[in-house]
């Protein structure tokens, strides 16, 4: 059974940094597809970053992270990262990580419906 793990979430002040985990777990397969998502309070979740897993490779960045996230993948350990720099109270949020092995055409902007394996989520929280 595909389990996601995340962590590194925990609380920081703005300009600080971040590192978030997602071990896949349950099988010897790496996902293709790869992401970042998060939730804030009353707000509806939203894709964050999302990484396409091939030789070229392929990334996304919502507008509001672009410059301060990085998203990479490391498949021998099957593990996904958010390395999140400048951090500013508008990042606090619960942070999921969501994968999908399956080989296909992937449209821009995320859609949740191309994740078919979701994790149980890290809280990070930026102060002022």
């Known amino acids: 059974q595909v389990q996601l793990v995340e962590s590194g979430g925990g609380s920081v002040q703005a300009g600080g940094s971040l590192r978030l985990s997602c071990t896949v777990s349950g099988t010897s397969y790496s996902p293709y597809y790869m992401g970042w998502f998060r939730q804030a309070p009353g707000k509806e979740r939203e894709g964050v970053a999302s990484t396409i897993s091939t030789t070229r490779g392929s990334t996304y960045y919502v507008d509001s992270v672009k410059g301060r996230f990085t998203i990479s993948q490391d498949k021998a350990k099957n593990t996904l990262y958010l390395q999140m720099n400048t951090l500013k109270p508008e990042d606090t949020a619960m942070y999921y990580c969501?994968?999908?092995?399956?080989?296909?055409?992937?449209?821009?902007?995320?859609?949740?419906?191309?994740?078919?394996?979701w994790g149980q989520g890290t809280q990070v929280t930026v102060s002022s």
């Open positions: 969501a994968a999908d092995f399956r080989v296909r055409a992937v449209p821009p902007g995320m859609p949740e419906t191309f994740f078919n394996y």
